[in-house]
Structures are given as C-alpha cells and as structure tokens.
C-alpha cells in the first residue's frame, strides 16, 4: 500500500503532546505514542513523556518489518495484544527487542480516508485492557482526526491566501505594465501630434510657396508689358520734349520778323 506523509503545525504537535502524556497516565503505561506513515518508513510523531518510554519522537523504522502498528494500518482496525511472547504471532516482531509484550492500538485517518498512522499505548508485561480504555482511546482518536480537518482546512485557506496575494501582486504587474503601455501610447500621439503639426506646417509652406509663385507669374507679365510701355512713353516723351526745345528759336525767329499788324494798319 502507498501511504502519504502529512505536515503537521507546531501548535498541534504541542497539542498532542499533552493528550499523548495524559493518556499514558490514564493507561498507565510507560510508552504513549502518536505514529505517521511515511512512504516507505513509519516515525514516532509524538512520544508520550513517561519514565521507561523506550520511544522518542521523530525516531523512524522501516515498514514491512511486523510492527503492531503496520497491523493496524493494514486492517484499519483496533489491535489488542495483551502480551506478545504468549502470542506464537507476535513474538517475534520488532517491539519484542524494547521490551514492549502489550499493545493496544487504533488507526488514525486524514479527512480524505488515507491512513496518517496511528495512536496507541504499549506496555512492558502483560496487559488486557478493559472496554472502557478502548472506548477512551477511540474517543482521542476522535479528537485528532477533527484536528486533522482544522489543519487540511487551514492548508486550504493558507492556499486559497496565497493565490489571492499572488492574483494581487499579478494585478500590480499588469497594472503597471499597463500604465507603461499607456505611457508609451501617449509618449507615440505626443510624436504623432507633432509630425502632423510639422506636417501641416510644411504642406501650408509648400503651398504658399505654390501661390506666390503662381501670383508673382501672373504679375510679372503685366508688370513687365506696363515696364515696356512706360520705357517707350517715356522714350517718346523724351524725345517730343527735345524736339519741342529744338523748334523753339525758330520760331521765336519768325514771329520777330513778321510785321506787326497794328503798324502796318497805320
């Protein structure tokens, strides 16, 4: 069988260190123990604190080896041996070497069924323990697999706290990578706006341009015939005025010469 191995929370450890001491005293045993399969090994989780408890926590021993517990894991169900050495099955398992001939144990199970391990009480001489000890010890099985589910549910809302931070802090990220999206769409219609300006600047230059040339052909011609025709009126002026200066003493000549009418009247 594959088994799962749990992580359990310090609070909780501290938890079942208490019931594991208090249920050794109530069974009066030396050893009260907590144990969680692991894949291939089997760890004393918590140890009850009890002189001649041969067991200490975190210690680990390989499955497939004939422990009770492996039984109780197997079979999910209660294992009462009162004494090992008396039973032809059990006297040769490993527990038999720390001296511990009694056993009493129930399986413990997580919240989706798995086997986590189990609690039991082991004892150093021959043991047969009364129905109300067994009901006891099926009632602090109980009490741990409800822990169980606070701590699953804890792992989910630790989950569930975790996505949220992370979505928040991939809402940050995007959020600025939009806001450098943004500013680098406004840093382009910025450049764009200002092309376009320089655009239009330069197309109504150019087309100035376009019109003080057309205008200054349109004028030229004109400007250039009234030039010429001014010159050559100009140039007749001239000329009508010299020949004008030119006539004058001659006529003077002959208006002196004529005789005067009044004398020749006389």
Not at 11 to 29: H, S
Request: a negative charge; hydrophobic letters at 40%; one cysteine or more.
């Amino acid at each position: 069988m594959a088994y799962q191995s749990h992580e359990i929370p310090e609070n909780f450890l501290a938890k079942w260190q208490d019931t594991t001491n208090v249920m050794a005293d109530i069974f009066d045993v030396p050893a009260g123990l907590i144990m969680r399969v692991l894949p291939s090994q089997i760890e004393v989780l918590v140890s009850a604190h009890k002189p001649g408890n041969p067991y200490e926590a975190n210690e680990k021993a390989k499955l497939n080896t004939g422990l009770y517990c492996e039984t109780v894991m197997a079979s999910r169900a209660l294992l009462h041996v009162p004494n090992a050495l008396h039973d032809p099955h059990w006297e040769h398992n490993p527990d038999i070497a720390l001296n511990m001939v009694s056993y009493l144990g129930v399986p413990l199970l997580w919240p989706d069924d798995e086997v986590f391990g189990t609690i039991c009480v082991l004892d150093n001489k021959t043991r047969n323990f009364r129905e109300k000890y067994v009901e006891l010890l099926w009632e602090i099985k109980k009490s741990i697999e409800s822990d169980f589910k606070l701590i699953e549910q804890q792992e989910r809302l630790l989950a569930s706290n975790a996505e949220l931070l992370a979505a928040i802090a991939q809402q940050k990220s995007d959020a600025a990578k939009l806001q450098q999206s943004n500013e680098q769409l406004n840093l382009a219609l910025s450049t764009l706006t200002r092309m376009q300006a320089e655009l239009l600047r330069s197309e109504k230059n150019a087309a100035l341009g376009s019109l003080v040339a057309g205008v200054s052909h349109e004028l030229n011609t004109p400007i250039g015939n009234s030039l010429m025709a001014a010159s050559t009126l100009q140039f007749h002026v001239e000329e009508f005025a010299g020949r004008m200066e030119q006539a004058s003493p001659a006529a003077r000549c002959a208006s002196s010469s004529r005789p005067s009418t009044r004398a020749a009247t006389s």
